[in-house]
């Protein structure tokens, strides 16, 4: 053992005398340079279709296209504005932006996830290009915002609503905002419809122009593709490959670099002579080291992880800021299965509701599903996330304050003393379903909350819901229609049945469509679903008493002060809350459907099949007594 030790500490020494590789960047690869449209010599390691096959690298593939040359990514299609051989980048524009035509605007959205999701592969952000590179947001605002940075888009973008390039759901305020935003630089009236980027350094961002911004579009961003010389590299360590000023590829290091890391590493060879002397114990000892560090730095990776995978970053605390911003933890609003939430006030006088994980998982994954999903959209029917902190142990989450609480309260109340009117009760349907709808289909990935629920509704000051807790949500691409999961997620009573019998349908969206459901119907009974303590047989299981008052022609809740416009709403929301929560997932409704059937009238609504409490049953004809047996075998 001494031995192969010895013979090791030698190897390394020897191992760091030996020369590094260098290969000049721009040799080495006979074949005739390719032209199209504007960019001419296109050499290694780009392509065009028409090149030799020998000729180039596959993944750096492009096409000639009425004299553009054209790069069809992952995240779309781009126009080839420049290839620079010297400092290894390539300048794209979107497709869709025409140079002098101010309607024309991007038709992909592009931030810097889709550098971390792998959409832009094999080509990459440089630490230059990074902090070179700005984001551009287009905003769709339901009332007008007077800000520093919002650029109104009039008359360029009036004319996009017409064509091909863009189509927001309702027609408001177009704005463009430049730079990186964090979630609450937002007006809460403004929602996200597309992102863009530019490397364009451009004017002074205080007296810039729609047309300005647009000019830069049009010049378009800059990737890095230097790594596609590190391919020799591959034996050295980590894939070490440096490229100096000289355009020249080091697999390793520079000779200078060398010469000091040889001493270093010479160094710690004797070093690792001594270690013998120490035997096994040190070793151990400097393992468990190693694997207490590694699990101490678990949070720098959250962080890392935040930053790479967020578009708008939410503000970064300190434990000491939320210590003081919740006056030492005074307040506390309420409690979970999370840990606690206090009330604060932040530095600008805004009041904040802050979220302690106390009780979160042990890798964090709760937290980085928070963050991960609110913390990279906005929407007037999500919560907004402020900030967090993520110290060690100490993870906090900082939201918007809803002095009104939770949905639960008002609906569960046993007095009957903080009931909502069942117009403002049909508004708060119809905004969470909007909410819901915008994560399934208003953002760059598929967003699936699995926790839809009373207690996870909160209320703003004028009782406009938010959608909150996204411990458990999942980030999936827009084209993905089923989903993986290992297990059951939610709240019992909220979760989908295909979550529990795979035999009836795949995972999906519609997961969440049936939570709402259940969600509605609550809110209609102002009661919990199952009530095994009900003063009617029939009334246990409360969908089953809802489709009976439906079918029977009867006023589904009974309420002496309704008017007929109330009943009218109470029963399109009976409806549409069958719709959505029956046994197979085909058969739901999506988010869109659902809440064009809650905005449309009564008359259009066809009335369900009776939904089912197990995948085995069978609709028929079925008494009372049957449905009230079915209902109690639910609570054992």
Not at 534 to 539: D, L, Q, T, Y
């Amino acid at each position: 053992m001494l031995a192969a030790r010895l013979l090791f500490a030698v190897t390394a020494v020897v191992f760091l005398a030996l020369p590094r590789e260098t290969c000049n960047a721009k040799g080495n690869h006979h074949c005739s340079p390719s032209s199209c449209g504007s960019i001419q010599n296109i050499s290694y390691p780009f392509r065009l279709n028409s090149d030799p096959h020998n000729c180039g690298v596959p993944r750096y593939n492009s096409s000639c296209q009425n004299n553009l040359t054209v790069l069809n990514l992952k995240s779309g299609k781009y126009y080839v504005q420049a290839i620079n051989y010297n400092n290894y980048t390539i300048r794209l524009v979107d497709a869709g932006v025409q140079k002098g035509n101010c309607s024309s605007i991007p038709q992909y959205s592009l931030s810097y996830y889709n550098f971390t999701s792998g959409d832009i592969a094999p080509y990459s952000l440089s630490s230059w290009t990074y902090n070179r590179s700005k984001n551009i947001l287009f905003l769709n605002c339901s009332k007008p915002v007077n800000a520093h940075l919002y650029l109104h888009s009039s008359p360029c973008l009036d004319d996009a609503f017409s064509s091909n390039f863009w189509v927001p759901e309702s027609k408001g305020y177009l704005y463009v905002k430049i730079g990186r935003t964090k979630a609450s630089d937002l007006s809460d009236s403004c929602r996200i419809e597309l992102m863009a980027m530019t490397s364009l350094l451009g004017k002074d961002e205080k007296n810039i122009t729609f047309l300005d911004i647009h000019d830069e579009l049009a010049y378009g961003f800059e990737l890095s593709w230097s790594q596609v010389y590190c391919g020799d590299c591959r034996w050295w360590p980590r894939n070490l490959c440096i490229i100096d000023e000289a355009n020249h590829v080091y697999c390793g290091w520079t000779p200078l670099v060398g010469t000091l890391v040889g001493m270093v590493i010479g160094t710690i060879a004797y070093l690792h002579l001594v270690a013998i002397i120490c035997g096994t114990p040190c070793v151990t000892l400097f393992v468990v080291h190693k694997w207490r560090r590694r699990h101490l730095s678990m949070y720098d990776t959250v962080e890392e992880f935040l930053q790479s995978h967020n578009n708008l970053m939410p503000v970064r605390y300190s434990y000491s800021d939320v210590k003081k911003m919740t006056d030492g933890f005074r307040v506390k609003l309420g409690e979970g299965g999370y840990g606690y939430v206090y009330k604060g006030k932040l530095r600008s006088g805004r009041i904040a509701a802050i979220k302690m994980l106390s009780k979160s998982k042990a890798d964090g994954q709760d937290f980085i599903n928070e963050v991960a999903t609110i913390g990279r959209i906005h929407h007037v029917n999500v919560v907004q996330l402020i900030g967090f902190c993520a110290k060690g142990s100490k993870r906090a989450l900082v939201y918007d304050f809803m002095p009104n609480g939770s949905l639960d309260k008002y609906i569960f109340s046993p007095e009957r003393c903080t009931t909502l009117s069942w117009k403002k009760t049909y508004e708060i349907a119809v905004g969470v379903a909007h909410g819901i709808e915008y994560l399934h289909r208003g953002c760059d990935m598929q967003i699936l909350h699995f926790d839809i629920k009373p207690h996870n509704i909160l209320l703003d000051e004028n009782f406009i819901p938010k959608i909150s807790d996204f411990g458990l949500a999942k980030l999936y691409a827009v084209d993905d229609s089923i989903v993986s999961l290992t297990a059951a997620r939610g709240t019992m009573g909220y979760i989908a049945p295909e979550l529990f019998y795979k035999n009836i349908g795949g995972v999906s969206y519609k997961a969440d469509v049936y939570s709402f459901g259940m969600l509605l119907l609550e809110m209609i009974g102002r009661r919990k679903n199952l009530d095994p303590l009900a003063e009617h047989s029939s009334e246990i299981y409360f969908p089953f008493y809802v489709y009976g008052q439906i079918i029977e022609g009867n006023n589904v809740n009974e309420v002496g002060d309704a008017t007929e416009e109330d009943k009218e709403m109470i029963k399109k929301m009976s409806i549409v809350a069958l719709w959505c929560i029956q046994m197979k997932p085909s058969d739901r409704p999506s988010m869109s459907k659902v809440v064009e059937m809650l905005e449309g009238g009564l008359e259009s609504l066809q009335v369900p099949p009776k939904p089912l409490l197990y995948p085995e049953e069978r609709v028929g004809d079925q008494t009372n007594e049957t449905e009230s047996s079915s209902a109690l075998s639910l609570v054992g």
